[in-house]
C-alpha cells in the first residue's frame, strides 16, 4: 500500500465478539460530554484519613469538589489517596453496592496494592467498619491514545453500574507519568481538561494525584 502504519495502539481495536471499538479524540470525548450536567451536590463528606481531618475540618469537602494533591516525591500522596479511595461513604446502600477507584500506570498499581495493606485500609483481606472495596484500573502506557485511557475508566463505570454498584470515589495517581510515558498523550493539549471534565459528569468525587517534581 506504499503508507507507513501507525505506531502503537490504534485509535480502535477489533475484538472476536466485541466488533470494533473506537478510541475517540479528546475533542470527541469533550463534544460528546458538553451537553451532560456538571454535577452540583452541596454533600459534605470526609476525607478518608484521621489526621488530616485536621487539615479539612469536617464540612470543607463536599461531593461535587475536585481534589487534587501536589507535592514532591516520597510525600506520602498515595498513601492519602488510598485512605481517600477506600472511605465509606455515608450513602444508604450495603458495603457490597459501592466500591473505589485507583486508576495508575502498571507500577502505580503494584505500589498501591502493596501501600493499601501495609497503612491498614485492608486488614487480612477484610474491609474495616469505615472502608470499602477498591477495584484498581491498570493504564498500558507507550503508544496509546488518550481515548483508550478515558474509554478504559468509562468501561469500569459501566461494569459497576449494571451489577448496581455505585463507583464513589475514583483516584487519579500521577497523571504528569502519563504524559511522560505516553507519547500521544503528552501532544493532546487537551487531555487533561477533557479527563477532568469527563469525571466530574458522575457521582463518584474525584481526586488527582500529580508529582510537581515532575512537571514541565
Known amino acids: 500500500r506504499l503508507q507507513r502504519e501507525q505506531r502503537g495502539r490504534h485509535p480502535l481495536s477489533i475484538k472476536s465478539g466485541h466488533g470494533i471499538n473506537i478510541f475517540p479524540s479528546s475533542a470527541a470525548v469533550m463534544a460528546r460530554i458538553r451537553d451532560r450536567s456538571q454535577r452540583r451536590n452541596l454533600e459534605k463528606i470526609v476525607f478518608g484519613i484521621d489526621s488530616f481531618e485536621d487539615v479539612f475540618p469536617?464540612?470543607?469537602?463536599?461531593?461535587?469538589?475536585?481534589?487534587?494533591?501536589?507535592?514532591?516525591?516520597?510525600?506520602?500522596?498515595?498513601i492519602l489517596a488510598l485512605g481517600f479511595v477506600s472511605q465509606r461513604e455515608a450513602m444508604e446502600l450495603p458495603v457490597t453496592a459501592k466500591v473505589g477507584l485507583y486508576v495508575g500506570t502498571r507500577d502505580a498499581i503494584e505500589k498501591a496494592k502493596e501501600l493499601i495493606y501495609k497503612y491498614g485500609f485492608y486488614s487480612e483481606g477484610r474491609l474495616g467498619e469505615d472502608r470499602q472495596h477498591v477495584d484498581f484500573v491498570d493504564i498500558?502506557?507507550?503508544?496509546?491514545?488518550?481515548g483508550y485511557i478515558i474509554n478504559k475508566i468509562d468501561d469500569y463505570y459501566v461494569h459497576y453500574q449494571r451489577r448496581g454498584i455505585v463507583v464513589s470515589r475514583i483516584v487519579i495517581d500521577d497523571i504528569v507519568s502519563w504524559e511522560q510515558a505516553c507519547p500521544f498523550?503528552?501532544?493532546?493539549?487537551?487531555?487533561?481538561?477533557?479527563?477532568?471534565?469527563?469525571?466530574?459528569t458522575h457521582a463518584a468525587v474525584p481526586?488527582?494525584?500529580?508529582?510537581?517534581a515532575q512537571q514541565r
Open 140 to 146: 498500558a502506557t507507550g503508544f496509546v491514545q488518550p
Open 207 to 212: 481526586l488527582l494525584v500529580l508529582n510537581s
Open 185 to 200: 498523550v503528552e501532544s493532546d493539549e487537551t487531555f487533561g481538561e477533557t479527563l477532568v471534565n469527563y469525571l466530574r
Open 58 to 78: 469536617s464540612g470543607s469537602l463536599l461531593r461535587s469538589d475536585t481534589i487534587v494533591i501536589d507535592g514532591p516525591t516520597n510525600t506520602f500522596k498515595s
